[in-house]
Nanobody, 122 residues
Framework: QVQLVESGGGLVQAGGSVRLSCAFS????????MGWFRQAPGKEREFVAA????????SYSDSVKGRFTISRDNAKNTVYLQMNSLKPEDTAVYYC???????????????WGQGTQVTVSS
């Protein structure tokens, strides 16, 4: 069974940076594409970024493109989300998820972490 554990969230000022990590265990990490999603209070969970199994293909939502970077280290079984130039509207619980192929729809993902809170103050 796949387990995902996010870390790195917290409180940051607008314009600041945060790096989230997601540790993967239970299966072969390099067999899975990984995605980051977020959910703000009262809103649906939305796609943020995704990366294929090898790290050679990535996808971003328009709202974070140019500010966030997804990456992975298959030797460490970890996927990262580097978030720069943060805005108050980036405040949300951030989740990582795993699936055998890179897709953007949260409904398609098979495994989810518990989430980590990111709060951006103005």
């Amino acid at each position: 069974q796949v387990q995902l554990v996010e870390s790195g969230g917290g409180l940051v000022q607008a314009g600041g940076s945060v790096r989230l990590s997601c540790a993967f265990s239970g299966r072969t990490f390099s067999n899975y594409a990984m995605g980051w999603f977020r959910q703000a209070p009262g809103k649906e969970r939305e796609f943020v970024a995704a990366i294929n199994w090898s790290g050679t293909s990535t996808s971003y939502s328009d709202s974070v493109k140019g500010r966030f970077t997804i990456s992975r280290d298959n030797a460490k079984n970890t996927v990262y989300l580097q978030m720069n130039s943060l805005k108050p509207e980036d405040t949300a619980v951030y989740y990582c998820a795993a699936k055998w192929t890179l897709v953007r729809s949260p409904a398609s993902y098979d495994y989810w972490g518990q989430g980590t809170q990111v709060t951006v103050s103005s």
